[in-house]
């Protein structure tokens, strides 16, 4: 049980760090909110005055220039109330509504993609791994290979061959404008079809990763001593690689696809601006571009909660799983 209370003391103290910071760094950088807000309104032939700063001040959630104690102390109050503030990016629209709409397509997208590229890399790696030294090695080059590759290169190249020459699926947006969003066959299939190329990319890059990692854990494991009982034993082959190579060899693997879980949320930045795609990071970048900290803030916030989370229920499962974890502790 105190195993279990210093892994949650330990996160509960990683998240107010978190917090912190990310609170600290959007305001170290240059630029201010209440001023992007107040050029736009003066493009637009508004008044800009000292009362009109004051009043952009007060619906962002307070004044930039009050001292930073504040700011912070404002700042952890909103949370608890569950007010992220309003984003300057797309004024006057809440932060929650924003990252509502666009979290759904980032999770829908980078979520299938690395439950596809973790099966298909965990898999293929045990495959190559239970025969090392044989042509299916040569499967490892070509996929690290790929994952060497610059994912916007990488997503550039796709687009040019599959969409621009071969005209075989959509290179850019979420789905098709004529279509209103929905939960409908139509929007859903459509939806689909704009998304298979931007999760195709994520695929090709990312299973590299997991097949040289699975791999180089499977010709670690089967020198394993009882690995050679089981092989004494005349057990079949299929039941050794299932059973007990593959099972030990993949927990490593096991334990990064739940951090990578975590990061599902903060989408691909580079990937959805390529292909025009609504997600989180698309937001997050207009966000930076447009010195919005309550965006900024919000989008951090959800990806550090989502890391945390996926962090916090790795240690758990190790500490149910494998005893040695909590008597080490």
């Known amino acids: 049980m105190s195993y279990f209370v210093r892994k949650l003391g330990f996160y509960l103290v990683a998240l107010w760090a978190a917090l912190t910071l990310n609170f600290l760094i959007p305001r170290l950088m240059p630029g201010n909110p209440v001023d992007v ?60 509504e924003v990252i509502g709409q666009a979290l759904p397509w980032t999770i829908a997208l980078v979520g299938i993609a690395t439950i596809l590229s973790f099966i298909l890399g965990v898999g293929l790696g045990a495959i190559v791994g239970w025969k090392p030294g044989t042509w299916l090695d040569s499967l490892v080059p070509a996929t690290t290979l790929l994952a060497a590759v610059p994912y916007f290169w990488l997503a550039l190249i796709l687009v040019l061959i599959i969409s621009s020459t ?29 998304g298979t190329l931007p999760a195709l990319t994520i695929v090709l890059s990312s299973i590299g990763g997991w097949l040289l990692g699975m791999r180089n854990m499977m010709v670690s494991t089967l020198s394993e001593d009882y690995i050679l009982t089981a092989q004494a034993k005349g057990l079949k082959n299929s039941r050794i690689l299932g059973g007990y190579a593959a099972r030990n060899a993949a927990l490593p693997s096991i334990a990064g696809f739940a951090i990578s879980l975590g990061f599902v949320v903060s989408g691909s930045i580079i990937t959805e601006q390529v292909f025009s795609y609504p997600g989180i990071g698309s937001k997050l970048l207009q966000a930076v571009q447009n010195s919005d900290y309550a965006l900024m803030q919000g989008i ?30």
């Open 37 to 96: 807000l107040l050029a736009k309104l003066q493009q637009r032939g508004g008044i800009v005055d000292a009362a009109t700063r004051r009043s952009y001040e007060l619906l962002l959630g307070g004044g930039t220039d009050d001292p930073l104690w504040v700011q912070y102390g404002n700042y952890l109050v909103n949370l608890a109330k569950g007010d992220l503030g309003i984003a300057v990016s797309v004024f006057p629209t809440p932060v929650s």
């Open 166 to 194: 071969l005209h075989l699926l959509p290179g850019m947006g979420g789905y098709d404008v004529v279509l209103s969003p929905g939960w409908n066959t139509e929007f859903i299939l459509s939806a689909i079809e704009y």
């Open 300 to 329: 951090f916030l959800v990806i550090t909660l989502a890391v945390l989370g996926a962090n916090l229920l790795v240690d758990l499962l190790y500490g149910i799983i494998d005893p040695r974890t909590r008597a080490r502790s």
